[in-house]
């Protein structure tokens, strides 16, 4: 077995056999504890994970996001007769951050590694709390459904040795349906990463990018050439959710978050020249399934997907990676060799990464803005 198969073991075994109140439901047999005990302490790859405040994410599931205990476990349950490591499908690393995806067989979460000791002490340490309550008072929110943190528990040569992921969040997949829509025949859907792309970023800026593989060059943040078309009270909608949402990221020094844009392209014969900004459509290429993974409030928001105003797409938005927090130390350690970097080489300014988190709402909210086009009436 690989490491991505014990490190799926282990996140599957932390959700499934761990109660809501976080407790693991232990084996009454004192030889297979003391065998599990020696096996975890010596392996590399597969750590023993539990659950972070679980209680609080049981909470946003149940009462905010109308997803029940049982439906949320079934979505990590292995097949009849699989293996705990079959229920989740490693989707890659990806980025510069070295995360591990994973993705529930029923597609309606994700898994994702957070191995930097500054980001996972920041959400559990400063950002939890503060985004337990804005879920909960936020229904619409723009920031990516969290649904479980889990962390490594006890000592362990593969968690010493840094060799698996310590921690990892669960969070509600926004592409949720597009392997349906797929089966179908239906457009394919599209999406983009969005950050500002003025920053200065090293692998592209340098050398205008000789010294770096186009590879690497890809990892950057995306780019949308294009133009959502919504209505003024869309727009004015859209843009009341990302103001709310950034200013509670920059109130605890977090930058370096992305807005992730997924566009469904609509079947010809469903363009329509007026659509209505709050029209409802019962055609099913236009919302996730029914038994989707959480039920946003009516009428359908950024999670379930916006008609745009020309009735062309419908779009999906989502604010994710908001874990790098200007006071922790390795943040602090960039932004000084980005300063001397600029006092002594080249004036370059600031990486996305270095700025000061009121500078990058700003700029992250003009960029959003820049997207929009308002359809007059």
């Not at 010493?160 to 992921?165: F, V």
């Not at 062309?312 to 927090?325: G, N, T």
Request: with cysteine; net charge negative; aromatic share 10%.
């Amino acid at each position: 077995m690989g490491r991505q198969e014990r490190v799926a073991r282990s996140i599957v075994r932390a959700i499934i056999r761990t109660n809501i109140n976080g407790t693991k439901k232990k084996s009454s047999n004192p030889l297979g504890v003391l065998l599990a005990v020696f096996s975890a302490f010596f392996s590399l790859y597969q750590l023993l994970m539990r659950k972070i405040r679980p209680a609080d994410f049981a909470k946003l599931r149940r009462e905010y996001w109308d997803v029940s205990d049982d439906d949320y476990v079934d979505s990590f349950r292995p097949r009849e007769g699989a293996k705990d490591e079959e229920a989740l499908t490693a989707i890659g690393d990806m980025g510069f951050s070295g995360s591990t995806f994973y993705a529930t067989n029923d597609q309606k979460y994700l898994v994702k590694s957070v191995p930097r000791h500054s980001e996972h002490s920041f959400f559990r340490n400063d950002l939890l709390t503060p985004y337990v309550q804005h879920m909960a008072t936020h229904p619409q929110s723009l920031l990516v459904r969290i649904c479980d943190f889990l962390g490594a528990s006890g000592a362990s040569v593969g968690r010493i040795l840094r060799l698996a992921p310590s921690h990892h969040i669960v969070m509600e997949n926004i592409m949720y349906g597009r392997d349906e829509a797929e089966k179908r025949g239906d457009a394919k859907w599209e999406n983009w990463d969005l950050k500002p792309t003025s920053y200065f970023y090293p692998e592209r800026d340098i050398a205008d990018g000789a010294l770096t593989s186009d590879a690497t060059k890809e990892q950057l943040a995306d780019e949308f050439h294009d133009k959502i078309i919504l209505s003024q009270e869309q727009a004015d909608d859209f843009f009341a959710r990302l103001e709310e949402d950034t200013k509670l990221l920059a109130e605890h020094n977090a930058v370096d978050y992305s807005l992730f844009l997924v566009r469904m392209k609509l079947p010809r014969e469903e363009v329509q020249e007026e659509v209505q900004p709050e029209a409802t459509r019962s055609d099913s290429n236009l919302a996730p399934p029914e038994d989707g993974p959480s039920v946003p409030p009516a009428p359908p928001t950024w999670k379930t997907g916006v008609a745009s105003a020309d009735g062309k797409y419908v779009y999906r938005a989502s604010i994710l990676d908001f874990f790098w927090a200007k006071h922790k130390i390795q943040p602090r350690f960039m932004t000084l060799l980005i300063n001397l970097w600029n006092l002594l080489i080249s004036k370059d300014g600031p990486m996305s990464i270095t700025t000061t988190p009121e500078e990058y709402r700003e700029r992250f909210l003009k960029m959003c803005r820049g997207y929009v086009e308002i359809k007059k009436d």
